[in-house]
């Protein structure tokens, strides 16, 4: 007995460092902020692609903020300071002297373990106290947000159901949930949310989004007749592999987790912002496997892409908003990424996201800058955003939420807190667009 014991010890503590061990450390990284030239970025992305385990870009230089927040390692800290002096970049300040410790404060004050949790509600309440023991203004792993979506799904299975967009690459099931009467051949909204890991406020504002939209269903006149009017697709998180990787191995994980022996043997993931068909590896893309924007090896190789793709192709037959959340910035971005040319239908994409932008002052008094991916931010190819345009949605949009760029800068390890206003300006900004979309579309 007393060797099963001792066994059994050995055996959790070998977990126990495994799992330490797998986790990476961000110890005394700091997050810098530069002035960067907008139109002379190369040296800066080809820097990031050489030296990816010490320098990452977490915002590129914009044409209205000019600075891009990048984190470097502890080691190449000095040697990074001498190339910022060689390419005569003098503005930079340290934003966060030791990101390991915001990501520490997350892990321990934002994460909702409701698993266990909710097993101990069990025992006490039975099954239905689930749906009140997930709290939405929490961060949650994958395979919690897929309970909840479930749970959603069992108790309001009037407007609710669940929507299986593909498997991922690890072969998690990528699924989301589809809201509004069961009535065929309505005009759809279509929000995705988490194609980059690491940005945690797009799934939990996903998550609350759709959360509200149900629950106030029948309470709020507004949201019951956007629910009535359109079919509501929400995927929360549209790179399961690579959110669950940034929970248990690496915090600032973007990519997916797809593996390409051929190509890299020690680099794993494409940009699945880049990996669309349109325009595929032209400016703002990066074909060395392991820098954090690489294409992928072909248009659509990431299968999370590719089943977005074929699910809009197959099951949403008028598609007339597509909604893209990221962060961080609080930006409003339209079409074209690739080109600093605009869509021919800019005016009234424009007009819409005016629309937005004033719901979201009005809900939380806070402030979005709207343009065009290209314009407004660099030239980035490969995005949903434009191969959307190309397919021809009318309304189109990829927002970079929360925080905003002022003093206190959490960057992507934004308190939980944040959640709840987030997606209350979010919802806001989307009920508007549809009553937008139903004036302009005559619906
Ligand atoms: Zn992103």
């Known amino acids: 007995m007393l060797l ?5 010890t050995a055996l959790f503590l070998l977990v126990v460092i495994q799992c330490v061990a797998a986790y990476r450390s961000y ?22 692609a050489r030296y990816h385990d010490n320098v990452d870009i977490w915002t590129e230089p914009g044409k209205v903020s000019h600075h891009a927040d990048i984190l470097v390692s502890p080691r190449f800290f000095n040697r990074f300071v001498r190339i910022l002096d060689s390419m005569a970049v003098k503005h930079r300040r340290v934003l966060i002297n030791d ?3 915001e990501i520490d404060r997350q892990m321990t ?4 373990f409701s698993r266990r949790k909710r097993s101990a509600a069990v025992e006490d309440d039975g099954r239905q106290s689930d749906l009140e023991q997930f709290q939405v203004d929490k961060y949650h792993s994958y395979g919690e947000l897929v309970d909840y979506m479930y749970e959603l799904a069992r108790k309001h299975a009037d407007i609710v159901g669940i929507i299986n967009v593909t498997k991922s690459f690890e072969k998690r099931d990528l699924l989301g949930l589809k809201i509004g009467k069961r009535t065929p051949w309505k005009p759809t909204i279509f929000i995705d949310a988490g194609i980059h890991a690491r940005e945690w406020i797009a799934p939990a504002t996903a998550i609350y989004v759709a959360h509200k939209l149900i629950t106030e269903y029948g ?12 079919d509501w697709f929400i995927v929360p998180v549209a790179n399961p592999d690579g959110y669950e990787y940034s929970i248990s191995s690496d915090r600032l994980w973007r990519k997916t987790r797809s593996k390409n022996d051929t ?16 325009r595929w590896g032209e400016a703002g893309a990066n074909a060395s496997p392991c820098s954090n924007i690489y294409a992928g090896s072909m248009p659509f190789s990431e299968p999370e ?3 977005i793709r074929d699910f809009i192709t197959w099951q949403v037959p008028d598609l007339k908003l597509y909604i893209s959340l990221h962060s961080y910035g609080q930006i409003w971005l339209a079409p074209w990424g690739y080109t600093n040319m605009k869509p021919s ?4 994409q424009k007009a819409a996201a005016l629309r937005a932008l004033d719901a979201i002052t009005n809900s939380s008094g806070v402030h979005y800058e709207y343009g065009t991916i290209a314009d407004l931010m660099y030239q980035a190819s490969g995005t949903s955003i434009d191969y959307m345009q190309d397919r021809g949605v009318p309304y189109i949009y990829g927002v970079e939420l929360r925080p905003e760029e002022d003093d206190q800068i959490y960057g992507f390890t934004i308190p939980a807190r944040f959640i709840k206003p987030t997606g209350e300006e979010m919802l806001a900004s989307f009920l508007a667009l549809a009553e937008y979309i139903i004036e302009h579309k005559k619906l």
């Open 27 to 48: 110890k005394n990284y700091k997050l810098l902020r530069v002035d960067v030239d907008p139109v002379d970025t190369l040296w800066l992305e080809q820097l990031a």
């Open 305 to 307: 892409v590719a089943g």
């Open 345 to 348: 239908n800019h005016e009234d």
């Open 4 to 8: 099963v014991h001792g066994m059994r």
């Open 219 to 230: 309470k709020n006149d507004l949201i019951t007749r956007m629910v009535d009017k359109f």
């Open 263 to 278: 190509l890299s043997k020690w680099c794993v993931g494409a940009d699945a912002n880049r990996n669309w068909g349109y």
């Open 109 to 112: 004050d934002d994460i909702q």
């Open 99 to 101: 990101i390991q410790k």
